[in-house]
């Protein structure tokens, strides 16, 4: 048994550190963590692919993204050779020259779709074709001739609104959407009802040819500026980063004191609005008081007795957590001392990013494939029409595969838990780093971020697919709710509705908690080589013993994350702001700067955000590091830093005065 469940789980015995305790021994490769999560990882991963291969055998994600004809063609592209079996001359031709899709009848939901050369965007909303009896030259561009052919019907149920010939009875005008290739009514219509009036309004300002030409004129002329910017904010970030072993407890010291100083000015604030309504009130007469001057004394008296409880909960709060607020402060200083020693950390996010992309971008593409996957059918006779009417007769129906719903579901978990999987390897990886740090005494490897992704690689590959196998669940659930509020929104009830929420809202909160036990279970995989299960109980000990000083660091972290985003967002923005205007007012080659501004604003806050991240996960190690040596080598050699050392013996020396052992305690300087 013991056999079997080294093979599957594998793992160290927790009791084999308990004896040893934390030295850099326990770094020692152990064999594979979890290798039977691995393998079914690698099983889905394999599903993952043969849909894939299904997809792109049976799919055509042109189709989804261009839009076609009644006839299956895809606008824009040469169709030959395609939808044989329909057994139509319009199937299967070639609409390289016809580029845009056109709703015939925009009013009518089975209405003829064509694909031409350019859309009618000027003239009245509807332009008769005819003329003395001739159709006119702006119709004939619309008309079913090369390369299609008109068959006229006889069934009076054909939906072809033609003159008895092959053009149509009238022209609509359109928006150009330039970038898909549609050509949307302009006004009224079965397409203009189903995006309404806001998004009909929307897409023709966007879509406005001067508006999107100046704003891709804009970008690119911009683009150096954008990369220059992009680089002073990854220079700013890791700046600030180092910087805060220097600053960052007068930075935590500060922030706690405004924050307080505003609770009180507010708290005196309100009461004063208090006061001056009461003595307001008190001053007339009985009967001339309005109802609404008795309402905002009660409400600033209700709201300033809350706010002064509150401001004095949070004074007790900072004075009983003072010492361990010191802790993390210290913690965070020995943070940037990690960074500023493996610098190769600082690769990470980006690193992170390229993988998260890469799959994103290959996620998307089977799911566009996957989407155009049903089989195209020609409606020869009127019952054969659907029953919402969505198709015409002589058209083509894309009929549903039953495989296709189980396939989605399949790739929507893909999506979740390959996103966990990446994710949770760079905590794991990150975690592995500052572990090296700690253990050899602030003298870690050489490229201590690429070794550590190849031991991780190597050993613990398996632990990160079983903790964001877990993860993903908890998505998938979230995901399935969402599903079933949306679908009942119309047929259920408030409560069926209020019950869901309830549910989501359940699943989110415990979502988080599982995200934390494990970043922190992930860093008790490298310090022992412990197998998830064991890392995870060994996470959450650790977490209810040092409960307070968890939660003084992420209070702690909050504040400074926030302030560091700040600084570099609108450091670099407003750096950009004179760079963009002194560059228009100069040449005049950047139009719509603004536009440039607010993308260079937003990659500015999630690169400062990416690095905030990595020095979050390098505190939380550090703080999991400490609690272990302080627990597990009590009376052995610390391998703290020296200025957590000073912690350790402090706290050693008040358990121990109470006592009057002192001589017993002994703490090894390093």
């Not at 889905?44 to 043969?50: E, N, P, R, S, V």
């Not at 007769?393 to 579901?409: K, L, P």
Request: one cysteine or more; a negative charge.
């Amino acid at each position: 048994m013991g056999a079997l469940h080294g093979l599957l789980i594998g793992g160290v015995d927790p009791s084999t550190h308990e004896k040893e305790g934390l030295t850099n021994k326990n770094s020692k490769a152990r064999g594979c963590t979890d290798p039977i999560f691995l393998l079914l990882f690698a099983v889905y991963l394999l599903g993952m692919g043969l849909i894939a291969r299904w997809s792109l055998e049976n799919g055509n994600w042109r189709l989804m993204v261009y839009g076609g004809d009644s006839w299956g063609n895809i606008c824009g592209f040469d169709n030959r050779g395609k939808n044989t079996h329909l057994n139509t001359s319009n199937a299967g031709l070639d609409m390289t020259d016809r580029p845009h899709q056109y709703f015939v009848n925009p009013s009518e939901p089975a209405g003829m779709v064509i694909c031409v050369e350019a859309c009618p965007v000027d003239g009245p909303y509807e332009t008769s074709c005819t003329e003395n009896g001739v159709v006119t030259e702006f119709c004939k561009d619309f008309c079913l001739t090369n390369p299609y052919t008109y068959v006229k019907e006889s069934n009076s149920e054909n939906l072809y609104p033609t003159n008895g010939d092959e053009c149509p009875e009238s022209v609509f005008s359109t928006y150009e959407a330039g970038i898909v290739r549609r050509c949307i009514p302009k006004y009224g219509g079965v397409i203009e009802n189903l995006v309404g009036d806001t998004v009909s309004s929307y897409v023709a300002e966007v879509n406005a040819e001067s508006y999107f030409q100046k704003a891709f004129q804009s970008v690119a002329a911009a683009f150096p500026i954008i990369g220059y910017c992009v680089l002073i904010a990854v220079c700013l970030s890791y700046i600030l980063l180092v910087m805060m072993r220097c600053f960052v407890r007068p930075l935590i010291y500060v922030i706690l004191f405004t924050g307080m100083a505003l609770l009180i000015m507010i708290s005196i604030l309100l009461y004063r609005r208090y006061e001056y309504y009461r003595d307001y009130i008190r001053a007339k007469p009985e009967n001339n008081v309005l109802e609404s001057d008795e309402r905002n004394r009660d409400f600033f008296e209700y709201s300033s007795y809350v706010m002064i409880a509150f401001t004095a909960i949070m004074g007790l709060i900072l004075v009983a957590l003072r010492k361990e607020i010191f802790i993390a402060a210290t913690i965070y200083m020995e943070s940037a001392k990690v960074l500023q020693a493996m610098p190769t950390m600082l690769l990470s996010p980006f690193i992170t990013y390229a993988f998260l992309i890469t799959f994103l971008a290959y996620w998307i593409y089977v799911l566009l494939e996957m989407s155009t996957t049903d089989t195209p059918e020609l409606i020869i006779l009127r019952e054969n029409v659907t029953a919402d009417g969505s198709y015409g007769e002589g058209h083509v129906q894309y009929r549903e595969d039953v495989d296709y719903w189980n396939f989605w579901w399949y790739h929507v978990f893909g999506l979740f838990w390959v996103y966990q999987f990446i994710m949770a390897c760079q905590e794991m990886t990150l975690a592995g780093c500052v572990t090296s740090w700690f253990k050899t005494k602030q003298n870690p490897p050489f490229l201590a971020l690429f070794r550590m992704i190849k031991f991780v690689a190597i050993h613990h590959l398996g632990t990160i697919a079983f903790g964001s196998l877990i993860i993903a669940f908890c998505n998938l659930i979230r995901a399935i709710l969402l599903y079933i509020k949306e679908k009942t929104a119309a047929g259920e009830t408030k409560l069926a509705q209020y019950i869901i929420t309830c549910c989501m809202c359940c699943f989110w909160c415990l979502e988080k908690c599982l995200k934390f036990i494990n970043r922190n279970a992930y860093v008790e995989v490298v310090l022992y080589g412990y197998s998830f299960c064991n890392a995870a109980w060994a996470a959450f000990r650790v977490v209810v013993k040092n409960i307070l000083q968890v939660a003084a660091l992420n209070a702690v972290g909050s504040l400074i994350f926030i302030v560091l985003k700040l600084i570099v967002t609108l450091t670099v923005t407003i750096i950009a702001y004179y760079w963009l205007k002194d560059e228009h007012d100069s040449y005049g080659t950047i139009p719509l700067w603004g536009i440039v501004l607010i993308i260079i604003a937003i990659a500015s806050w999630y690169i400062a955000e990416g690095f905030t991240e990595l020095y979050e996960m390098t505190a939380d190690t550090l703080l999991v590091c400490f609690c272990e040596d302080r627990e597990v080598n009590k009376g052995k050699e610390y391998l703290s830093p020296p200025s957590l050392i000073k912690l350790l013996a402090k706290h050693e020396r008040k358990k121990v005065e109470p006592s009057k052992e002192k001589d017993d305690v002994e703490v090894t300087p390093m």
